[in-house]
């Protein structure tokens, strides 16, 4: 007779069976910081819309430590989430040349080439050079 | 040739006296040090415990039939060779799906995905015999030939965490195979898979954890296929929004 058996599946911690599950759910509790950083540029852009008084009133709340450390941290998962997504771009976005296929190391490569470009510009708008 | 005492740990269920899997633990037995873990539980059917249950056929990875976990990771036991491992090593029947009796498990849940994502040529342009052949050029065999390659062993399910807890998602394999079509250039298809596999139960079920191409015997790298058919799926919600006179 059939009796099929169904395992279940610790809910909250099945992410513990394995290395690449535990390394999975960092990467995806950090994107927190990465949404909460975006959240953090979109106020600053509303202050900004408000006048100079509003947006150096907001500059000056982020010079508080708690900001000053939150602006590192998220920094840091920035940079992270950065290279992890540079690192599998070949297999979301592989690049055909003739029949073959283009080596995911150029690929990967002119992904931190664009990033360097960026923040060259961005560092130029800003009036560092 | 030398010979190696091993312990093997099997997760045991018999659907007709037990309530739930148990393991059994098979003592010292007799390798050859260029044994597979399948050859260790052919030894044990044969001389030991005729009552052991598990699929196989090829023994030469190209069947599907005989993925087990083997150590907690999803594996073709036929290319498991033992002295890639400890003294004792543990089999269970593959993770995320139902247990039929010891290491054999219900398939019916991917077969019946694999038939929704119609995985067949849908050609864009009929033809009748008499009018010969779908021409294809060896570049635009090279651009979906990584997803033919699949040989529907499920390791990749058994590896993939969303399917373990959303049953629903359509998976890696079925959707790989779906993609493997929607860039056939001989393929008129995709619009017609779209209304699957462009859903919450399809490729926006992948959070791209990455395990199933870690874990496929035959590097197809379903994760790279999922994340392909995300982009194709985005470009095509724009177009139709934004160009709706546009063909897609």
Redesign the interface.
């Known amino acids: 007779?059939?009796?099929?058996?169904?395992?279940e599946?610790p809910?909250y911690t099945?992410?513990l069976?394995?290395g690449?599950?535990v390394r999975?759910m960092a990467r995806?509790v950090t994107s927190l910081f990465i949404g909460l950083h975006a959240f953090l540029l979109i106020c600053g852009l509303g202050a900004l819309s408000q006048g100079e008084v509003a947006y150096n009133e907001f500059l000056a709340v982020l010079e508080s430590p708690f900001y000053v450390v939150f602006l590192i941290v998220a920094l840091l998962f920035v940079i992270y989430h950065s290279i992890a997504w540079f690192n599998?771009t070949p297999?979301?976005?592989?690049v055909?040349v003739?029949?073959?296929?283009l080596p995911g190391g150029i690929i990967i490569g002119a992904h931190y080439g664009i990033w360097a470009v960026a923040t060259i510009v961005v560092l130029f708008l800003a009036g560092v050079f | 040739m030398s010979e190696r005492k091993i312990n093997l740990e099997v997760l045991r269920y018999d659907p007709d006296k037990d309530s739930e899997p148990r393991f059994q633990t098979y003592k010292a037995v007799p390798c050859q040090d260029d044994w597979v873990v399948l050859d260790a539980l052919n030894y044990v059917k044969d001389n030991t415990d005729t009552t052991l249950s598990y699929r196989w056929s090829c023994h030469m990875a190209v069947c599907g039939s005989c993925g087990m976990m083997i150590d907690g990771e999803p594996t073709l036991s036929c290319k498991a060779f033992l002295k890639d491992y400890g003294d004792t090593i543990r089999v269970e029947p593959l993770y995320h799906f139902p247990i039929e009796r010891d290491l054999v498990t219900v398939i019916d849940d991917f077969v019946e995905k694999l038939t929704k994502v119609k995985p067949f040529l849908i050609p864009k342009q009929p033809k009748s015999i008499e009018e010969g052949e779908y021409l294809q050029t060896p570049k635009q065999l090279k651009k979906f030939k990584q997803y033919t390659l699949c040989i529907n062993c499920m390791l990749c399910y058994s590896a993939c965490p969303q399917y373990g807890l959303i049953p629903d998602f359509l998976g890696p394999a079925a959707l790989s195979l779906a993609h493997r079509y929607n860039i056939d250039s001989r393929d008129g298809g995709c619009q017609e898979r779209m209304k699957v596999t462009a859903t919450n139960i399809g490729v926006w079920e992948c959070s791209f954890v990455g395990a199933c191409s870690e874990v496929c015997p035959g590097h197809v790298d379903p994760a790279s296929s999922l994340q392909q058919m995300k982009i194709a799926s985005t470009v095509d919600w724009y177009k139709k929004r934004l160009m709706p006179w546009s063909k897609s």
Do not use: L
């Open positions: 007779m059939r009796n099929p058996y169904t395992r599946i809910k099945w992410y069976r394995q690449r599950y999975y995806e599998v297999q979301a976005m592989p055909q003739g029949e073959d296929f």
